[in-house]
């Protein structure tokens, strides 16, 4: 069974960066995708930036995080998140997702489609 472990997490002022890491182990697909996502209290999970390594490979950013997020993967598969000029707006809990079905990753901005989490990482900022 896949397994994903989110570290980076923290709280920052304003203005501030993290960077977020999805280790991922016992994968064994060669096609899947991956993705962050983040939710805040009483609200729904949403998605902030995924990848697809299938095809031709895709990256696919939220409007809200575009130009200040960015995505990359290490040859060991590993995620990660890059989060720049950050505001209060991104506090959430954020989440690493994976999903190994290409038919489920064609809608890979919905979080529901991912079969594989982890628990998750918190990010707060603070005005």
């Known amino acids: 069974q896949v397994q994903l472990v989110e570290s980076g997490g923290g709280s920052v002022e304003a203005g501030g960066s993290l960077r977020l890491s999805c280790a991922v182990s016992?994968?064994?697909?060669?096609?899947?995708?991956m993705g962050w996502f983040r939710q805040a209290p009483g609200k729904e999970r949403e998605a902030v930036a995924t990848?697809?390594?299938?095809?031709?490979?895709?990256t696919v950013y939220a409007d809200s995080v575009k130009g200040r997020f960015s995505l990359s993967q290490d040859n060991a598969k590993t995620l990660y998140l890059q989060m720049n000029t950050l505001s209060p707006e991104d506090t959430a809990m954020y989440y690493c997702?994976?999903?190994?079905?290409?038919?489920?990753?064609?809608?890979?901005?919905?979080?529901?489609?991912?079969?594989?989490w982890g628990q998750g990482t918190q990010v707060t900022v603070s005005a």
């Open positions: 990848i697809t390594r299938y095809l031709a490979g895709t």
């Open positions: 016992r994968l064994t697909d060669s096609t899947y995708c």
């Open positions: 997702g994976l999903e190994t079905s290409a038919n489920l990753c064609n809608n890979r901005l919905n979080w529901s489609r991912y079969q594989y």
